[in-house]
């Protein structure tokens, strides 16, 4: 396995920054954030960046970060335990053919996604007044999710308990989240749906990122970004966040899930049939977990990165009009074990909305049943890195298995 894929940037410190980029653009600013991020005193080893890499709020999304004693919550972000799933029915591209437009308007309709009412009561994309909650949700945030929520939220008041919960498990939500019917290669039928711990996970990332930022400015800790801001490992906010994190990954895993779950018994009403799935994974892509790098445990932060781990499955999709991946990993120790989490942004959604014409949109998604509105503009396949681009450059981290060219694209806007 050759390790030349990747370039090498040094810090002004003793770790460098070694990055998957060629072919790619590799912006100044993602660049800058990870040297800011390589010169904190606790890295460990170096830095990897994928080639999806693009700057992000204080950590560089597409990057991988391993630490000896302290976790950055804004290196794992807002959106705790985003990431896919992805699974391969037992049905065959020519049986969904005539349904695909009935599909979409079927998923669209009973899946909550988008936002409105600033997030309020009358919000499309929760369980409630607009979408009747199903048994399943009910149970699983009973049964797995409940009684450690009102934990944390006893010791930590500010995440509310009052706040929207349960009402977001099993939903979608707006910007890059996406419910996908696609095909590969071989004709088989998948569906894809990127989603994460929506309300609830947000309130916990935003919450002990402004935590830490407290704790650094108390102890006059000298930050490049205040949004490197930190919980040394034998603190009690440490633990305090990892047990907060772990719920959220918990409920972003079991969100996709019921997800799933739906869309299935969406797609057997169109068909009127059974329809089973035989192919199965779930990957997250913004989480920390412990793991053995180099013969020493230390915490890997992934930030819009997948752990690909040798024979590990991969899900990295693509904008919303070109294909997606499912990889296995190599297991290569220069990236911790990681590979990117998708294509990548190649322009800012300002930039996208300015720039991309509705003509544009809708030669890139032409075949795709999706929305052609202005309102995607800042999602068009234009504002997103080649993804083919993005496998090449990786060719050292994963090795493609299924390849993926979407159908349906269900996305929810925010009104």
Not at 97 to 115: C, H, L, M, W
Not at 128 to 137: C, E, F, K, L, S
Not at 269 to 288: K, V
Not at 390 to 411: F, G, H, M, N
Request: with cysteine; hydrophobic share 35%.
């Amino acid at each position: 396995m050759s390790k030349s894929n990747y370039q090498v940037f040094q810090s002004s410190g003793q770790n460098p920054i070694k990055a998957w980029v060629n072919g790619v653009t590799f912006e100044d600013e993602a660049l800058q954030q990870l040297v800011q991020v390589a010169n904190l005193p606790f890295i460990f080893k170096h830095v990897a960046a994928m080639p999806d890499v693009h700057a992000g709020m204080g950590a560089t999304i597409g990057s991988v970060i391993a630490t000896k004693g302290a976790v950055i919550p804004a290196a794992v972000g807002v959106d705790c335990g985003c990431g896919v799933r992805a699974a391969r029915l037992v049905l065959t591209k020519g049986e969904i053919t005539p349904y695909v437009k009935e599909a979409f308007d079927k998923i669209s309709g009973t899946i909550p996604n988008g936002r409105t009412d600033h997030g309020g009561i009358n919000d499309i994309g929760r369980w409630g007044r607009h979408h009747p909650v199903p048994a399943m949700v009910s149970q699983q945030w009973a049964d797995r999710l409940a009684q450690r929520y009102n934990d944390i939220t006893s010791r930590h008041s500010f995440l509310g308990s009052d706040k929207v919960s349960w009402e977001h498990l099993g939903t979608l939500g707006s910007g890059n989240h996406f419910c996908e019917l696609c095909v590969d290669q071989d004709n088989n039928v998948w569906i894809m749906i990127h989603s994460g711990s929506r309300g609830p996970g947000n309130r916990i990332g935003s919450y002990f990122i402004q935590r830490a930022k407290e704790e650094c400015r108390k102890w006059f800790v000298s930050l490049p970004d205040p949004n490197l801001s930190y919980f040394p490992k034998d603190t009690e906010l440490y633990q305090e966040y990892m047990y907060a994190l772990d719920w959220a990954l918990d409920f972003a895993h079991i969100n996709r899930q019921i997800m799933l779950s739906l869309v299935v018994e969406a797609v057997q009403d169109i068909l009127g049939t059974q329809i089973d799935i035989d192919f199965n994974i779930d990957c997250h892509h913004n989480y920390a977990a412990m793991e053995n790098h180099y013969g020493q445990n230390v915490l890997v932060t992934r930030k819009g990165a997948v752990r690909a781990r040798k024979k590990d499955y991969c899900i990295i999709p693509g904008s919303m009009g070109d294909k997606s991946y499912i990889c296995k990993g190599l297991g290569n120790k220069d990236s911790f074990e990681s590979c990117s989490h998708g294509a990548g942004r190649s322009m800012s959604r300002t930039k996208a909305r300015k720039s991309i014409t509705l003509d544009d949109h809708k030669t890139k998604t032409d075949g795709i049943v999706c929305c052609k509105t202005e309102s995607v503009l800042d999602e068009s396949p234009d504002a997103y890195k080649d993804i083919g681009d993005v496998i090449s450059a990786q060719a050292d981290l994963v090795d493609p298995v299924y390849i993926l060219k979407q159908i349906l694209c269900v996305k929810g806007l925010d009104h």
